[in-house]
């Protein structure tokens, strides 16, 4: 009886005290409280209109994560693995329910950064951040497009990188009964042979960690093709058989460093490139031969050797195992043939959308000299050559590019295409634009008696649209002295990083030029990524 009442009295002292995990209840959401994502004009009244659409993209058909009402912390806040330049998460944002299958890896991995966030409010969010980050350069005047998301935001990245590291140490397998040592193994405790050969580690393959360079395994992806995917994991079953070992960083030991796949939107054609740490590939027959067996989708690939101890990807000596060594690809109507080493945007089927914006907002007539800056191998370069669906384009285009690769690239592409009005030109940018507007640079000879420069110089500018697409850190001041002493009447400002695009436009805008529209795309859904047309006329 009395160990009873002992044990309810025990009972009673628990209750009292309350359960034993102290977690608060969830805060009440404040009465008209508003994210700035809800309401982007309430982020900063901006100096630009807005036309009343909004932003464009159809809701994602995913499913719902069971119990995705909680809203939890995500290690990357404040800070993503590409920088400060990104849409930040709002916290209506992050404790909005997932409309999208569970990542096992979303936190340790950090790619995604906005992967548990509606896809709309992404949208909006980024949106937000265009309209605050170019409230002080843009004039009254200024139209800011709506942003362009995408109807199927999911598995759009065409190009796959993944590296390949050992793991943990794993035991070796032992091949069968066996007494004794001999030529193919050794005798392990029990007498089984363990063959000399077995792998002593997992191998590991997937994405960086943020910060890092400690790889986050995993078997699939929501932005990576899944082609490509399916053939990363592909390599990975096929180097133990082949005795290929995974590169260790450190020591700067092991073979195979990444394997890169690319994907042909609308070709199909798949390019896989092996990074290697040597040049001799035993085996290389036979792991190319089980590696198409297995993914039939492969059309080409190629070994690329770089045995520098280097964070860069790729080498300068290639050997073709399979196939012919690039794929085709279509981009705007237009055919590009894409290698290891060519840059080609990732999501496809935005760039497209991309390009299109940025020719459309040149309002090309067909009589302007078009000179595309950092024009890479001539992708947009050649759109505005050949114009949007037979209108919109130029009566010229001069492409510079200071990388003669990317320049002869250009070339070929053109010749494949059957553009003439093109010309490709392997300089510094903004050596050559000063050259021309002082009427020293070669020009090429126009196709067109409309172009505004001639074979005699610059002469009169007006009719010239600049495009450029600089990389991330953006035009040197140099470049934009250039530009402003060339004087083109139009400026076709992309890209991938708003901020210093905007200290560009800036500079532009108190030398005479002002900003007519901005027009965002969504490039990278569910990451912080922003890509931004910007278009400055000249008023001087």
């Not at 359960?19 to 901006?46: C, D, E």
């Not at 390949?164 to 091949?175: L, S």
């Not at 960086?208 to 490509?228: L, M, P």
Request: one cysteine or more.
């Amino acid at each position: 009886m009395d160990d009873k009442k002992s044990k309810q009295r025990r009972k009673a002292q628990a209750n009292a005290k309350g359960p034993r995990n102290h977690a608060k209840p969830p805060a009440a959401k404040q009465p008209g409280a508003k994210s700035r994502a809800a309401n982007p004009n309430a982020a900063k009244t901006p100096a630009f209109k807005q036309p009343g659409a909004k932003p464009s993209a159809t809701k994602p058909s995913a499913a719902k994560r069971p119990g995705a009402n909680a809203c939890s912390s995500h290690p990357n806040e404040g800070g993503s693995r590409g920088g400060r330049n990104r849409a930040p998460r709002t916290e209506a944002a992050r404790c909005e329910p997932r409309r999208h299958p569970f990542c096992p890896v979303e936190h340790a991995c950090g790619a995604c950064q906005l992967l548990s966030v509606p896809y709309e409010r992404q949208l909006a969010d980024k949106q937000a951040t265009m309209i605050e980050l170019f409230s002080d350069v843009a004039g009254e005047a200024a139209v800011m497009h709506p942003i362009i998301g995408m109807d199927e935001p999911f598995f759009y990245r065409n190009k796959v990188v993944s590296p390949y590291a050992p793991g943990r140490r794993i035991k070796p397998r032992a091949t069968g009964n066996a007494g004794a040592k001999n030529a193919k193994g050794a005798a392990s405790r029990d007498g089984r042979r363990v063959s000399k050969q077995a792998p002593t580690h997992e191998i590991l393959c997937g994405m960086y960690a943020a910060g890092s360079h400690r790889i986050i395994a995993s078997d699939s992806c929501f932005i990576e093709n899944k082609t490509a995917k399916k053939i990363i994991l592909a390599i990975k079953d096929l180097m133990p058989a082949y005795r290929i070992e995974p590169y260790r960083e450190d020591a700067n030991t092991g073979f195979l460093r990444h394997a890169i796949v690319r994907v042909g939107h609308t070709s199909g054609e798949v390019l896989v490139t092996l990074v290697t740490n040597g040049r001799q590939f035993p085996g290389s027959k036979g792991l190319v031969r089980d590696l198409v067996k297995r993914c039939p989708e492969i059309t080409s690939i190629v070994q690329n050797v770089n045995t520098r101890q280097t964070n860069v990807i790729l080498g300068t000596d290639e050997l073709r195992l399979y196939g012919p060594g690039f794929i085709l690809d279509k981009l705007c109507n237009l055919s590009f043939r894409i290698s290891s080493q060519s840059f080609y945007q990732v999501n496809s089927a935005q760039t497209e959308v991309l390009y299109r914006r940025a020719i459309e907002l040149a309002h090309l007539s067909g009589k302007e000299t078009v000179i595309d800056a950092y024009c890479g191998t001539g992708t947009i370069g050649l759109v505005a050559a050949k114009g949007i669906d037979g209108k919109s384009c130029a009566a010229h285009v001069i492409g510079v590019d200071e990388t003669p690769s990317a320049i002869r690239d250009a070339r070929a592409n053109a010749m494949h295409n059957g553009i003439e009005n093109a010309t490709f030109v392997a300089d510094d940018a903004g050596s050559f634009m000063r050259k021309l507007a002082q009427g020293e640079a070669p020009l090429p000879k126009s196709t067109s008696a409309d172009s505004a420069i001639t074979d005699q110089g610059a002469g009169d500018q007006h009719g010239t649209v600049v495009l450029m697409d600089p990389p991330r850190s953006g035009a040197s001041e140099d470049f934009l002295d250039a530009l402003v002493a060339l004087a083109p009447d139009r400026v076709v400002y992309i890209s991938c990083n708003p901020q210093t695009q905007a200290r560009d436009v800036a500079y532009m805008v108190k030398r005479g030029y002002a900003v007519e529209a901005m027009q965002p795309v969504d490039m990278f859904p569910h990451t912080e990524h922003i890509e931004n047309i910007v278009v400055c006329c000249n008023h001087a």
